[in-house]
């Protein structure tokens, strides 16, 4: 089993940042993958970027250049970094984790940009 806690929304300017983070109930470094995930009002969950086993990050085309996953495996802690916030960022963001070909998500925490 894998508990995840995220937290860092809030309600921000276009153009802002916000740094989210997930803390995360085992080693992170144990796990397959860790990835943020997001939910914008009326759309489909997409992913937003994701860490991989060895360390690899991918990001979707729209976050690109503006926001960077990371990790402190210290504290079991993933963090999400997001920079020039835009309207279009808003939405529920939750963080996944991939162990032992099971998937774990938290309950999300909201993004909220304003133009």
């Known amino acids: 089993q894998v508990q995840l806690v995220e937290s860092g929304g809030d309600l921000v300017q276009s153009g802002g940042s916000l740094r989210l983070s997930c803390v995360v109930s085992?080693?992170?470094?144990?796990?397959?993958?860790m990835a943020w995930y997001r939910r914008a009002p009326g759309k489909e969950r997409e992913l937003v970027a994701e860490?991989?086993?060895?360390?690899?990050?991918t990001y979707a085309d729209s976050v690109q250049g503006r926001f960077t996953i990371s990790r402190d495996n210290a504290k079991n802690v993933v963090f999400l970094q997001m920079n020039s916030l835009q309207s279009e960022d808003t939405g529920v963001y939750t963080c996944?984790?991939?162990?032992?070909?099971?998937?774990?998500w938290g309950h999300g925490t909201l993004v909220i940009v304003s133009s």
């Open positions: 085992r080693s992170v470094s144990s796990l397959n993958a």
């Open positions: 996944n984790a991939q162990f032992l070909r099971v998937a774990y």
């Open positions: 860490l991989g086993f060895g360390g690899r990050s």
